[in-house]
């Protein structure tokens, strides 16, 4: 992983009620992800681009190796960057421990 910020995206679309869809993240080893996800038992969908699965609470997760992104300089507003996402849960152990 590339020490400093790194680009990170959103994308807003239209729907009738406010809901994340999915959270993408940059995994360096699709098949290192693969063997640690069956090591772990959890299920997932594999395409040539991406893993998909769901964490114990439901919420669609995508794992892909690194993309080539645009250099954020030419932004007229680059700043500030993506540092986290937070979820909500009513069982934060049982997700802790997944």
């Known amino acids: 992983m590339a020490a400093g910020p790194v680009p990170c995206f959103l994308e807003f679309q239209p729907g009738p009620e406010p809901a ?3 959270t ?10 693969c ?5 772990a ?3 997932y969908e ?3 681009e991406d893993l998909a699965l769901e ?13 080539e992104v645009p250099d954020p300089a030419p932004l007229a507003y680059p700043g ?3 540092q986290h996402v937070t ?5 934060p152990v049982t997700v802790a421990d997944w």
Do not use: F, K, N
């Not at 063997?35 to 090591?39: Q, T, Y």
């Not at 964490?55 to 993309?67: A, F, I, N, S, T």
């Open 20 to 22: 994340l869809l999915c």
């Open 24 to 33: 993408v993240y940059e995994v360096e080893d699709l098949q290192e992800a």
């Open 35 to 39: 063997g640690r996800l069956e090591a």
């Open 41 to 43: 038992g959890i299920a």
């Open 46 to 48: 594999e395409s040539p």
């Open 55 to 67: 964490d114990v609470e439901g919420r669609r997760l995508m794992l892909q190796p690194p993309q």
């Open 80 to 82: 500030p960057y993506l």
């Open 87 to 91: 979820y909500t849960t009513r069982d």
